[in-house]
């Protein structure tokens, strides 16, 4: 009885402490901020999975600083539904959606091809879309899901970013993931802070010529051992190729 009685003086203890120190836990937790002023007028933005979380809002971002952004999703209707919420707050918002299913190299594909017809100029990439900890699913050509979309799907990376552990959907498919995100929802990034270094890396000057760099709070980042060989990156690259069925001109 007298250990109950410890657990739960103890729980409340740390329960009252953390509505005291919330202020201060969010701000720890939001994480760099990018500070960049820069202007994106005559640009062109092409943000994959922008409908919700941390791409919806590098959209708007990148949307009132100017640029012209294509929001590729792979719901066109809940797209359409985050273009309206972005003109919305801002009514000039240059914002289009277009299909693309990272899970269908198809999609992939007649997504690409229309691009190129219509699109003079892609200034900004930002392979935004993902999965995580979903039930074992097939893409549509056979590979596992999250290799399929993560890797596959999205196989162009300049630099490369962490967001932080972001309040998303992307825990979606994990019951307990979720429930964890939500218990300990103040110890995470909102998606507008999430979103902070993807839209430092689309933006910031002092990095137009920086390339194969990784970054998390709007500064570089610490990248394994592993991930720096440059022998491991080819094979990488040419297996994925391979399963794509892929061969590039010299
Ligand atoms: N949240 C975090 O803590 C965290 C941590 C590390 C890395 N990240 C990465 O940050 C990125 C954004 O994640 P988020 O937190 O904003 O998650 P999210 O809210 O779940 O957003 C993921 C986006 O990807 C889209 N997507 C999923 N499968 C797709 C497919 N087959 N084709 C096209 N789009 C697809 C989703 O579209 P639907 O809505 O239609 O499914 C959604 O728009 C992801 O790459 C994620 O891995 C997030």
Redesign the pocket.
């Known amino acids: 009885m007298m250990v109950l009685v410890l657990i739960v003086a103890g729980l409340g203890v740390v329960a009252l402490l953390m509505v005291l120190f919330a202020p201060h836990i969010r701000k720890y937790s939001a994480g760099g901020a990018c500070m960049s002023m820069a202007r994106l007028d005559g640009k062109t933005v092409l943000i ?8 919806k809002e590098t959209a708007l971002d990148l949307a009132i600083r100017g640029a012209r952004v294509i929001m590729a ?3 066109v209707e ?1 797209g359409e539904e985050a273009a309206a919420f972005i003109r919305r707050i801002y009514c000039k918002a240059n914002v289009e959606v277009r299909e ?4 269908d190299t198809s999609s992939i594909r007649a997504f690409a091809q229309r691009f190129l017809r219509e699109v003079n100029h892609l200034h900004i990439l930002i392979n ?5 900890m979903c039930p074992y699913m097939k893409t549509k050509d056979g590979f596992e899901m999250q290799l399929g ?2 890797h596959l ?1 999205s196989s162009v990376t300049v630099n490369s970013v ?5 309040r ?3 825990v ?1 498919h994990s019951t307990v993931m979720s429930l964890l995100f939500s218990l300990f929802s103040m110890f995470l990034k909102s ?1 507008r802070d ?1 979103a902070q270094t993807s839209i430092y890396c689309a933006v910031a000057e002092e990095l137009h010529s920086l390339t194969g760099k990784h970054f998390s709070d709007c500064a570089p980042a610490f990248v394994a051992p592993q991930g720096r060989k440059e022998e491991t990156a080819k094979k990488l690259w040419d297996a994925s190729s391979e399963l794509l069925g892929i061969v590039w001109d010299d």
């Open positions: 994959t999975g922008a409908n919700t979380g941390i791409g999703c792979r719901d809940k693309l299913d990272l899970a935004n879309a993902g999965v995580m979309v993560n799907g962490h967001p932080g552990s972001v998303s959907d992307l979606r998606p999430g």
